[in-house]
């Protein structure tokens, strides 16, 4: 059973830092790619930032340049530096793990960016 735990949400002002982590549990799977997707309130979940197996990355356009993603193979996690933070990247923040056959989230964490 593949289990992803997310944690570092909170609250912080605009242009503060945030860093996201996820930690994934489980064995028997291979990963093609992990990622991050947000979701405001009235929207719908948009992909933030994405890592593949090769270690290519992709950025939506409105983080780049100011979110990183990154990952730690010895700790089976993967993070998420938020730097210079705006109110509109507030949303709620989820983990995913994709393999060839199926995709798994986390339960969320809350990111809210005041102004």
């Known amino acids: 059973q593949v289990q992803l735990v997310e944690s570092g949400g909170g609250l912080v002002q605009a242009g503060g830092s945030l860093r996201l982590s996820c930690t994934t549990s489980g064995s028997g799977f291979s990963i093609k790619a992990m990622g991050w997707y947000r979701q405001a309130p009235g929207k719908q979940r948009e992909l933030v930032a994405a890592l593949n197996s090769a270690g290519t990355t992709n950025y939506a356009d409105s983080v780049k340049g100011r979110f990183t993603i990154s990952r730690d193979n010895a700790k089976n996690t993967v993070y998420l530096q938020m730097n210079s933070l705006k109110p509109e990247d507030t949303a709620v923040y989820y983990c995913?793990?994709?393999?060839?056959?199926?995709?798994?989230w986390g339960q969320g964490t809350q990111v809210t960016v005041s102004s």
């Open positions: 995913s793990l994709k393999t060839f056959l199926l995709d798994y």
